[in-house]
Antibody
């Protein structure tokens, strides 16, 4: 069955960096685009970034552009998001999900807390 | 950026009743509109894509429709497991954008 598992979350100080991973299984990963969506505590969903199946196309939300970098390793069935210059407002549960258009499968999320 | 506006923010409905949720796009998104359901502590679940196509395994009581930039999610007869927050999302343009959500609560 399709499975997406996020990892790498934790508590980090403002200005520091963190890298999240999204490990996929149960489908042809190298043919699938992956997106990241986040949800601040008690708030709604916010789209963050996308990477195409081959890594050739990437888009970012304005709120993270220049600070976050999405990448993938198809040999490891894993997508990464490198988060630099973290801010308090980046505190959220980060979900990865499959799809270039609609998102049909989601992971359970990993919590990132940016706090001094 | 396309702004998605959902209404109402909260909908109080009795079990067995019909629920109608609305989502408006600030510009055309064609039929590139999805609906998600989210329960506390869980990831969102895809309900509808293409404005009106049910995702795999979604019960027939969930239906979606569109008229221009106005989209509607209808739950024909609410079951206890349907009380949750519902989000619409456009996937016509980058950046993708979500509505702010509609909470469906028990009346």
């Amino acid at each position: 069955q399709v499975q997406l598992v996020e990892s790498g979350g934790g508590v980090v100080q403002p200005g520091r960096s963190l890298r999240l991973s999204c490990a996929a299984s149960g489908f042809t990963f190298s043919s699938s685009s992956i997106q990241w969506v986040r949800q601040a505590p008690g708030k709604g969903l916010e789209w963050v970034a996308v990477i195409s199946y081959d890594g050739s196309n990437k888009y970012y939300a304005d709120s993270v552009k220049g600070r976050f970098t999405i990448s993938r390793d198809n040999s490891k069935n894993t997508v990464y998001v490198q988060m630099d210059s973290l801010r308090a407002e980046d505190t959220a549960v980060y979900y990865c999900a499959r799809g270039w258009s609609f998102l049909d499968y989601w992971g359970q999320g990993t919590l990132v807390t940016v706090s001094s | 950026e396309i702004v998605m506006t959902q209404s109402p923010a909260t909908l109080s409905v009795s079990p067995g009743e019909r629920a109608t949720l609305s989502c408006r796009a600030s510009q055309s998104v064609n039929s590139n509109l999805a609906w998600f359901q989210q329960k506390p502590g869980q990831a969102p679940r895809l309900l509808i894509y293409g404005a009106s196509t049910r995702a795999t395994g979604i019960p027939a009581r969930f239906s979606g429709s569109a008229s221009g930039t106005e989209f509607t999610l209808t739950i024909s007869s609410l079951q206890s497991e349907d009380f949750a927050v519902y989000y619409c999302q456009q996937y016509n343009n980058w950046p993708r954008t979500f509505g702010q959500g509609t909470k469906v609560e028990i009346k």
